[in-house]
């Protein structure tokens, strides 16, 4: 099973505030590049998980705060799967700054697995399996 995923990137002007740090909701956007970047490279995009009839909505997130990302650093976005899901998947992210380690931002999202007509459903065997 996956136990985490790391994917670089670096703050843009358009992440900073008035302040020159990171926007608190730009985090959020931070976890889903991650997330959907990590889908990609085990053979699931979400394009094709949505072709195959099922969603992955967001349906709980929740982010803490330790230190502020500055225009220009390089951040790196771990995401965590700790469980195999069932109907629910819960992936967990630690920001750090990835030039000095520095902790930035903790958090996680919870996904529902939603079948073609939007209800909720297992998980798909074949995402059970990449993931084991």
Not at 7 to 23: C, E, N, P
Not at 81 to 93: A, D, L
């Amino acid at each position: 099973m996956i136990k985490d995923y790391h994917y670089l990137t670096r703050v843009r002007y358009a992440d900073i505030d008035q302040m020159g740090i990171v926007y608190y909701s730009r985090y959020f956007e931070f976890f889903e590049a991650a997330r959907t970047d990590m889908l990609r490279d085990m053979g699931l995009p979400y394009s094709k998980f949505e072709e195959t009839g099922y969603f992955l909505p967001v349906i709980e997130s929740h982010c803490e705060y330790s230190q502020g990302a500055q225009f220009d650093r390089l951040i790196d976005v771990k995401c965590i799967i700790e469980e195999i899901p069932k109907v629910k998947i819960k992936i967990g992210y630690v920001i750090t700054d990835y030039e000095n380690g520095t902790l930035l931002v903790t958090g996680y999202t919870v996904h529902a697995f939603l079948n073609s007509e939007k209800k909720p459903c297992r998980a798909p065997l074949e995402f059970l399996k990449i993931l084991k």
